[in-house]
């Protein structure tokens, strides 16, 4: 039982603690910047927390307790002599002796009760150590005021048939300038953090700068001029970016080449077949041969579009609402019954024109193949352009949308087996939408049929 019992305590420990873990990990700052000015404050505020500490209880303390013992023993010594000694009858020559030569301010005082006890300070160091002292020396009745006079302490101490008053400076008493010590501590603190924030600041900016060449180069726009700066290791990472763009580059290029070769040969072999299907016209039915052409021609011109991605189309502004109505133009030109257009945010957005509008219209062509209602909304807010697209068809499992967005790939259970098409038009989509920065989610659409979702930076 003691054993259960101690394993159940351990575990609501160790919640508490992931708890406790991930509320300050969410409260901590995600950036490089924060985090590497938290490793250099925290060992400083720790170091000076520790010393301040020893400070006060070691120097601070040790050196009131000495000054308010001191000023214990001139009380008591006259004290002794105002009792064991014949005084003149205004006690002139022991006031004199106490101010001149103890800097104490000394008064006698009828027998009255002393003052009832006041609030203690916030800070009671010096009203705790002086108490203690008088009692331990003194072992008499008194009152302590460490607080009415900023600059002096006021003590009453009850005699035989008279109160002694003493006003003693705070200075005698209390270690009062050793702020002073806190002060340049905390200053010299603050100077060194806003030093090392400027040289931190300097290490991370070319990271930073990193980072966005990065971005942009992964959305397609131009990086402007790049070099590598900073420290060793960020300047490395630097020049490792810049030979994988340049090899990146250097593979589209290839790429683009070859593909521009391919299409020649082959549209050049198509055009042959075309001439003579021209001239077997009329000797014999060529019309199927004809047909097999035309869906050749088509297939070739998918095959490169999907092989060629953006084509290294540079990103200019772009009118959303002029796109969006092209859109409704084609789908209703492609048979479409109805289709509505609606549009929230700024108009102008920075994008691929041609890329973007050839992903679009995918989605869209594909939408029409499937349905006969097709809607079209779209929202450009926070940097960010998102386009949904839905219809009426018979949509796609849950299961199966990951798959069709892989190159040739059909559904035939899910669409229409007869349509024609080669099985690139998603594939395309999302190469263009990811060459933007952003992505293409399907899902189920309202309409019964299929939502495509498109988000990009813009």
Known sequence: MALAEISKAFGAIRGLWRRFARGLSRRLPK????????IIVAPMFILQSVVAFVFMERHWQTVTRRLSAAVTQDIAAVIDV????????????ITRIARDRLGLTVSILPPDPLPPAGPKPFFSLLDRTLSEEITRQIGKPFWVDTVGRSNLVEIRIQLDGRVLRVFARRSQTYASNSHIFLVWMVGTSLVLIGVAMIFLRNQVRPIQRLAEAAEGFGKGRPIGDFRPSGAREVRRAAQAF????????????????????????????????????????????????????????????AYLAFSRGDGGEQPEELSLSALLDELKSDAERQGAETVTVAFEGPDAATLRPAAFKRCLANLVANAVRYGRNIEISARHASDW????????????????????????????EARNQDAGGTGLGLAIARDIARGHGGNIELSESPKGGLRATVRVPA
């Open 385 to 412: 352009l998102t386009i949904v697209i839905d219809d009426d068809g018979p949509g796609i499992p849950a299961d199966k949308r990951d798959l069709v967005f892989r190159p040739f790939l059909r559904l035939d």
């Open 242 to 301: 810049i030979q994988m763009r340049a090899r990146i580059e250097r593979q589209i290029e290839q790429r683009t080449t070859m593909l521009a070769g391919v299409s020649h040969d082959l549209r050049t072999i198509l055009t042959r077949f075309r001439l003579e299907l021209a001239l077997l016209e009329g000797k014999a039915d060529v019309s199927e041969l004809a047909r097999d052409v035309d869906e050749m021609t088509r297939m070739l011109e």
């Open 31 to 38: 950036g490089l910047f924060g985090r590497a000015l938290i």
């Open 82 to 93: 105002v009792e064991q000694y014949p005084q003149d009858e205004d006690y002139t020559t």
